[in-house]
């Protein structure tokens, strides 16, 4: 993944406004809102309903006084719920969520989750993401998390947050979840910016990219992404709690979202990624560019340089390099404090193309 600053920086240098970019691996939405913000139309496509959602919330950002009225309508409907059958649902999750939440905290996640139908107008997908925001986090460093201790980034396994909260002694606090969700909706739609236009996100394999935007066929000029690395973290499993939030199931998955989420084998990532490569081509311009950070485990410069470039070559026999690829280490893990000792990439490497 990259920053905002990274993003920003490569759509202003391969792209201009009103332009089409594209990123084929949405994950925050970062690459599809800088180019919103720089006024370009912006595409984006996840296989994962947690990127999905979070990549909808900024394609298409709704009022504040949207906001604020379907979040009281919410509340109104929660207080007319039958919580008999709230508590029932909440008894019957595994022991992991009475720990990791207060039980009138959870009580309101389960209406949320049952009730936003969050794959439908603008709004509620917009509440959702500020759920997910919020759904889990550090809180001895901020009030703006319903659970226990945990990572923000990641879902730690259950068995694990278990051991770790008995071990460091450490129990949920009282959320209200209407009154919190008010105050991220605040905070995020009147100090951010909002994008002059909307964008268009897909929920689906990448591999397709080149059907699910019948509208955008030979317009984009500009592919910034950044693929799942090889054999570093499976999405599926590190975002599990947020994908029950979404409808997914109470405890890790593997290989039910997706089976390429997780490569072990260096042969099958680089055929993976030649067959996304292949389901773009149908999209890109004349002259099109792709820029692409890419990063893995156990596996050296060269052969993350060679299997890269030889995916691509494959679906663009006129690839060219437009700088040689530039290398970054990685720190700071935020996981080495819930993790210690936990391996990860070591490095990232972004490589910029012109493609055709």
């Not at 509620?124 to 809180?139: D, K, T, Y």
């Not at 996100?201 to 317009?219: E, H, I, T, Y």
């Amino acid at each position: 993944m990259f920053p905002e600053e990274f993003a920003d920086e490569q759509i202003r240098r391969y792209s201009s406004p009103g332009d089409t970019i594209c990123d084929i691996f949405s994950g925050r939405g970062t690459s599809l809102l800088q180019g919103l913000l720089r006024k370009r139309h912006a595409l984006a496509v996840d296989i994962n309903p947690v990127a999905y959602c979070i990549s909808a919330a900024k394609a298409d950002v709704p009022r504040l006084s949207e906001v604020r009225a379907q979040l009281t309508l919410l509340e109104h409907e929660y207080e007319d719920a039958n919580h008999t059958a709230l508590e029932k649902q909440r008894l019957a999750l595994p022991r992991f969520f009475h720990r990791a939440f207060y039980h009138s905290t959870l009580r309101e996640l389960l209406f949320l989750r049952s009730t936003l139908n969050w794959k439908g107008a603008p709004v509620r997908n917009f509440i959702a993401a500020l759920v997910l925001g919020s759904l889990h986090g550090e809180m001895d460093k901020s009030k703006s998390y319903f659970s226990n201790q945990m990572p923000r980034t990641i879902s730690t396994k259950p068995d694990y947050s278990l051991a770790f909260w008995t071990r460091e002694w450490l129990w949920p606090r009282k959320k209200n979840v209407f009154e919190l969700l008010r105050q991220r909706a605040e905070f995020r739609l009147r100090t951010a910016d909002v994008p002059p236009l909307d964008g268009t996100v897909v929920l689906g394999d990448a591999r397709n990219a080149g059907q699910f935007f019948p509208q955008s066929l030979g317009k984009v000029t500009l592919v910034l992404t950044s693929p799942p690395y090889l054999n570093v973290t499976s999405y599926e499993e590190d975002q599990w709690l947020r994908l029950w939030f979404l409808g997914g199931e109470p405890n890790p998955t593997y290989g039910v979202v997706s089976r390429d989420d997780r490569h072990l084998s260096p042969t099958k990532y680089w055929e993976f990624l030649s067959e996304v490569w292949e389901g773009v081509v149908p999209l890109l311009s004349r002259g099109a560019s792709l820029v692409c950070r890419i990063g893995g485990k156990d596996f050296g410069r060269k052969e993350m340089i060679d299997g890269l470039t030889g995916g691509l070559r494959d679906a663009f026999p006129k690839l060219r390099r437009k700088h040689p690829p530039v290398v970054s280490r990685i720190r700071n893990r935020q996981t080495e404090y819930f993790r210690p000792g936990s391996k990860g990439c070591l490095y990232e490497m972004d490589f910029a193309f012109t493609l055709t």
